[in-house]
Structures are given as structure tokens and as C-alpha cells.
């Protein structure tokens, strides 16, 4: 049965649910792994995970579709980018086939806590690896421990459709040739200071320039941009220091093949965003959050669509991305994996 939760209320939070997976790795091999109850992990106090900040996740939603399913939507791009961030802070890969299975079994065992269909909410999932051995010398640990724990949620920008106000951050969200592009605690560790001023401030979410010549627009904490212009074509900025945003890749497909519109895939520049007519952020929290303005001190840019509700364009792109994940409309060849 259901859980007892006001699902249209929910905002975007931790809420411990029953059951989440969990893997250790030792001695070069992955266990089996296995469902368990426990939401604490308690480690060495000098594990890799606390020392060395070697810690990386991933994040993806169930959603309950209009006939009664419990769907994932692209899951294996999860797993491939998991394995991508794994290299990249000298992991073991998690298998990605694994992963999915993983990620099933999670859904599946806390099915009760997926919101229903129409409710506005969904069930964010958190599949996440860390080092859990002791580490004091510079390197690598080389015990790790994959898990996976659900919560439903709700929007991640209050307000639900209305366009929210931006600032261009004078802080960097990564280093030019470090680590953007993976989805590690260490990136958002370095945006903290960052977040926490554009709100004092009034700001929702600050746009990052590249921090090599701040001239092109990089993303947000953790959401990619996605700019429409007068003439209607997508254009999303292409850069190897941001995430690769799976909402982004499914919404350049979407545009192309589903709305038969244009898609520029390249570098953005800053002095360009006044001329486009919509503007949102692209992830999975943040699904498509239009942006209706956005401040780089003295210059305020004003996004035409409006201050008031989503752009046409956007909102059109909304409606189809969110009906391709909840079933109403078709979706592409693999997209969709069946839980239950
Ligand atoms: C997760 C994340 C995104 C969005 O990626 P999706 O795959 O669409 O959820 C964008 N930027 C950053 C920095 C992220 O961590």
C-alpha cells in the first residue's frame, strides 16, 4: 500500500525510505550485494571517503506512468557516466549492468514510496560509491562501498513553473581542466560558497562562466542551459568542464525528432545571452526550470518569454520530455526501463 505522504507537497528532501542496496568491494572483486534496512554506514574515521573526498553519485527518478507502471527513464546512461567518474577518481567501475539491476531492485522494494501518477512528484534515486578504508598517504583506497537509496520528492525551485532569477557567479565551479565534466561531491563541495551567496542575495542559482577565459557559459550547481532563440532553434553550450547532463542529450533528441526543430551543440558565450528568447536549466531535479532573468551586476538581462510563466517553446519541450517519461507519449527505442 501506498505510504501515507501528502505526494503535492513534497519539495525536494531526504526522506529515508525502507530498503536501499548496498556492495562492498575488497580485495580487487565486488560481493554480490543485497537489499538492506540500515540507512547508516559507519567507517574507519580515516577512510578515503573523509581524507581525500573520494566519493562520487549519481542521481535518476521513478516515475509512475498513467497505466500503472513504475518506469526508470534512461538508467544505462547512469550507470556509463557512474563508470566515467569511477576512472576518472581512480575507482573500480561498478558493473554497469549491476547498476541497473541495482537500481531496479531499489525501486521495486520501496515501491510504496514512489508518488503517484499526476502528483507532481517523483522517487529521486541516489546511487553512490565512496573509500572506505583507511587511507593517510596520498593514493587511492582500495575498499569501496556502492549504494543506492530512494526518496520521493517534489520541484527542486520553489514555485513550480514560474521563472526563477539567476546570477552570474563570480566563482568558479570547477578548474579548467579538472574534474567538471563527472558527478562528484567534490564539485559541489567547491559550489557550496557559491550557493550560499547567490541566496543571500536573492538569487535562485547562479550561472558559471568558464573559468579559463569567463567568457562562455558553463551550467549551473547542477543543471545544464538550454537556450532557445528568436527563430526558434535550441542551443545548449558544449563544454568539457560541464556535466553531461542525460536531460540535456534526451532533450537535444527531443527537439530534433519529436518537435522538428534545430539543435546548436557549442560553445556559448556569455554576450550572446541577451539575444535569445527562453532560457531554462535542464536536469534531472531540476527537470526544465525556466529562467526569466539573469544579474551579472550592473547588467540585468531580461529573458523575453517572461518573468511570469515558461516560455512556448519550453513549455512544449516540458510537456513532451515529462510525457516521454511518464508514458503518455512514445518514447524512443531503449529509453524507458519497465520496473514493475
Ligand atoms: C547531475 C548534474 C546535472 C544534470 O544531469 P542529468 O543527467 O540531466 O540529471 C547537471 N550538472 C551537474 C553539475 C550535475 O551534477
New binding site residues.
Given amino acids: 500500500m501506498k505510504k501515507d505522504l501528502d505526494w503535492s507537497s513534497l519539495g525536494f528532501g531526504y526522506i529515508a525510505t525502507d530498503y536501499r542496496y548496498s556492495s562492498k568491494f575488497k580485495d580487487g572483486a565486488w560481493d554480490e550485494g543485497q537489499l538492506i534496512t540500515d540507512s547508516m554506514i559507519t567507517l574507519s574515521e580515516c577512510a578515503g571517503v573523509f581524507q581525500y573526498a573520494q566519493t562520487i553519485f549519481e ?2 527518478k521513478a516515475y509512475s506512468t498513467k497505466d500503472g507502471h513504475i518506469v526508470c527513464f534512461r538508467p544505462d546512461l ?1 550507470a556509463a ?1 557512474m563508470a566515467d567518474s569511477a576512472k576518472r577518481l581512480e575507482m573500480p567501475v561498478f558493473p554497469e549492468d549491476r547498476f541497473i539491476d541495482a537500481v531496479c531492485q531499489v525501486v521495486k522494494a520501496n515501491q510504496d514510496w514512489v508518488p503517484p501518477y499526476g502528483s507532481g512528484a517523483t522517487l529521486y534515486i541516489r546511487p553512490y560509491m565512496m573509500g572506505t578504508n583507511p587511507v593517510i598517504g596520498v593514493k587511492p583506497a582500495n575498499e569501496y562501498e556502492f549504494r543506492v537509496f530512494a526518496t520521493p520528492v517534489g520541484p527542486y525551485f520553489k514555485g513550480g513553473a514560474k521563472p526563477i532569477v539567476i546570477k552570474v557567479s563570480d566563482f568558479d565551479r570547477a578548474a579548467p581542466h579538472g574534474t567538471g565534466h563527472i ?1 562528484a561531491g567534490l ?1 559541489y563541495a567547491m559550489s557550496l560558497h557559491a550557493i550560499v551567496t547567490a541566496h543571500d542575495e536573492g538569487f535562485a542559482e547562479n550561472m558559471y562562466l568558464d573559468p579559463e577565459s569567463r567568457t562562455k557559459v558553463e ?6 542551459f538550454i537556450f532557445i532563440t528568436k527563430d526558434g532553434t535550441l542551443v545548449t553550450p558544449k563544454s568539457d568542464s ?2 553531461p ?4 542529450r534526451s532533450i537535444m533528441y527531443v527537439v530534433e525528432h519529436y518537435l522538428g526543430m534545430k539543435v546548436e551543440h557549442r560553445p556559448v558565450y556569455f554576450d550572446e545571452v541577451k539575444d535569445f528568447a527562453e532560457c531554462g536549466l ?4 531540476a527537470v526544465i526550470s525556466p529562467v526569466g532573468r539573469i544579474v551579472n551586476h550592473d547588467t540585468v538581462i531580461d529573458i523575453p518569454a517572461g518573468m511570469e510563466e515558461m516560455g512556448p517553446v519550453t513549455k512544449k519541450l516540458y510537456d513532451t520530455l515529462t510525457g516521454i517519461q511518464m508514458g503518455s507519449i512514445e518514447a524512443p527505442e531503449g529509453w524507458i526501463k519497465k520496473i514493475c
Avoid: P
Avoid at 547532463?245 to 540535456?248: H, L
Fill in positions: 542521481g535518476l547512469n557516466r558527478k564539485n551550467e549551473t550547481g547542477g543543471a545544464n560541464i556535466l547532463s542525460i536531460t540535456r535542464c536536469g534531472t531535479a
